[in-house]
């Protein structure tokens, strides 16, 4: 049997499962609300989606260890544009457009941090 454990993978999923604190639900509802724009869903309403925003919708459906390199580039990605607008958003609050840029990555700034069990 071989050790499927990988630090570096584990901080990583720590890390974009911190972020993304939105569930799958919520995510794909308001992205495909985003979508559709001021008319009506177009044909493909998936391929209209930004592309990091349904990069996460395929991480938050995986397990750990079912993890490809692109899904690693998606949670780095992520983690380092969550961070960095939350650093940005420290001092000013948060804007409509802030907000729904990290919303489309699964963060939601108005909700709670997570508490840990």
């Not at 890390?15 to 044909?43: I, Y």
């Not at 995986?62 to 490809?68: A, E, F, H, I």
């Not at 650093?87 to 700034?109: I, K, N």
């Amino acid at each position: 049997m071989t050790d499927r454990s990988d630090p570096e993978r584990d901080h990583l999923w720590d890390e974009f499962h911190q972020a993304v604190n939105m569930t799958s639900e919520e995510l794909r509802a308001f992205l495909m609300a985003s979508a559709s724009g001021e008319e009506a869903f177009p044909v493909e309403a998936e391929q209209a989606m930004p592309e990091l925003g349904r990069g996460v919708l395929t991480v938050l459906a995986k397990r750990k260890v079912d993890l490809t390199a692109d899904d690693l580039d998606t949670m780095r990605r992520v983690v380092e544009l969550v961070g960095s607008m939350k650093d940005g958003a420290a001092s000013g609050g948060v804007d409509d457009e802030r907000r729904r840029v990290l919303m489309e990555v699964g963060h939601d700034p108005l909700r709670p941090p997570r508490t840990e069990d």
